[in-house]
């Protein structure tokens, strides 16, 4: 499951289910979790960080592939006209975690209007239901 920035974040508010982080940090212990760049490269001003260090975490890296896997799914929204707001990191997490077989797991509506209208073989997972986390 690759963990994209968006969950990342949310991992430690106050808001998510305790149910749901225990399952997380569980998934997280278990080495089932995995970061990429894309995390890495996303900040949060004036956040604390998780309890999750993406260093520890196991790491799928950007292949060639998912590069050229990015750009299809960029036009794959361009074409549904989906692609406005959507940041290229997305794209790169959703091309990664198609290319290692992984699912995403996201606090982002982003991520399911590329499930919902490109050919997406990553499965997308919501952290928590869209609109509950600060």
Same mark, same amino acid.
């Given at each position: ?21 225990r399952?997380?940090?569980? +998934? =997280? ?7 990429? $760049?894309? !995390?890495?490269?996303?900040? /949060? #001003? ?7 260090d ?6 799928? +890296? =950007? ?7 990015? $750009?299809? !799914?960029?036009?794959?929204? /361009? #074409? ?41 073989a ?13």
């Amino acid at each position: 499951m690759l963990l994209d920035a968006s969950a990342f974040w949310r991992l430690s508010s106050p808001q998510l289910d305790p149910n749901r982080r225990r399952e997380v940090a569980e +998934w =997280i212990a278990r080495g089932i979790v995995a970061a990429s $760049t894309p !995390l890495l490269l996303e900040t /949060r #001003a004036g956040r604390d960080l998780p309890p999750a260090d993406p260093g520890e975490l196991p790491w799928l +890296w =950007i292949t060639e592939r998912a590069e050229r896997r990015a $750009t299809d !799914l960029q036009h794959q929204l /361009r #074409a549904a006209h989906q692609h406005l707001g959507v940041p290229p990191l997305d794209y790169f997490v959703a091309a990664v975690a198609e290319d290692h077989g992984a699912s995403i797991l996201h606090y982002d509506a982003d991520f399911e209007r590329l499930a919902a209208n490109t050919d997406l073989a990553a499965t997308v997972e919501a952290l928590a239901p869209l609109g509950s986390l600060p």
